[in-house]
């Protein structure tokens, strides 16, 4: 395909034709899909370099791609949970064809094989229909060798999440995990610099799967919450003990 924006475009081409050919599809989904297509590889250009042995690599182009996406979904002023759902399956854009090709050997630790765990923690992040069809996409906007293994994996991927019960899984809205400024004023955090620093620090982990319910959330405030009291209460006692000398 030569270059990200021809990849991009030919993964767009494709990922509509996955929609209009699964009309079973959300329109969530739906949207989702075609956006997380858009996007997927907006981390490209500031992450790609070639190797010594002149290889073309991109690591952590996900990973940074999730905050210029987020601008770009803001500034297209995406509905939140449209917008949550689409830096999800950027985020995790290449995880299906991996898990499914990983050996039992891979997926078993101290004797018990933990490929259910996986694929649920999978399903309960985001839509599988939808990172399945995503990611048929992306390699159907390719031109190379090895298309045809990955596209056999990535319906091993569906096959695998069929088989444990969690195709039509509902994932977890983070709006169900949201907290909101009024509820942090509850918890005494007032400032606002504050509650804006923790939201964007929950929304992060609710992105990755860190936190599944409203229950977690508050747990890991009190955590926050510790740790700078503790930290506070370290930083006075040194401005004091300096003060004194």
Known sequence: EGDV????????????????NNSNLSRKDQVSIYLAALLHDIGKPVTTYTTLNNRIVSPGHANIGLFLAKK??????VPFDIEEHVLRLILRHMVAYRIAGRIVAD???NGINVEYKKYFRLASELSLPA?????????????GS??????????????RAEHHGLWKYSYKNLLETMISFEDLAKLGVEDVKEQKRIQYWLFNLSLRGKIQN??????YINTYKEINNALDKYLNQLSLAFSMT
């Open 131 to 143: 990172l399945y069809y995503l990611t048929r996409a992306d390699w159907l906007g390719r031109i």
């Open 5 to 20: 924006l021809t990849h991009t475009q030919m993964v767009m081409n494709k990922s509509l034709t996955e929609i209009v």
């Open 107 to 109: 997926l078993t630790f």
């Open 72 to 77: 770009v979904l803001y500034l297209l002023k």
């Open 214 to 219: 409203r229950e977690q959330t508050l747990d």
């Open 146 to 159: 090895n298309i045809e293994q990955t596209l056999n994996q990535i319906e091993v991927f569906r096959s």
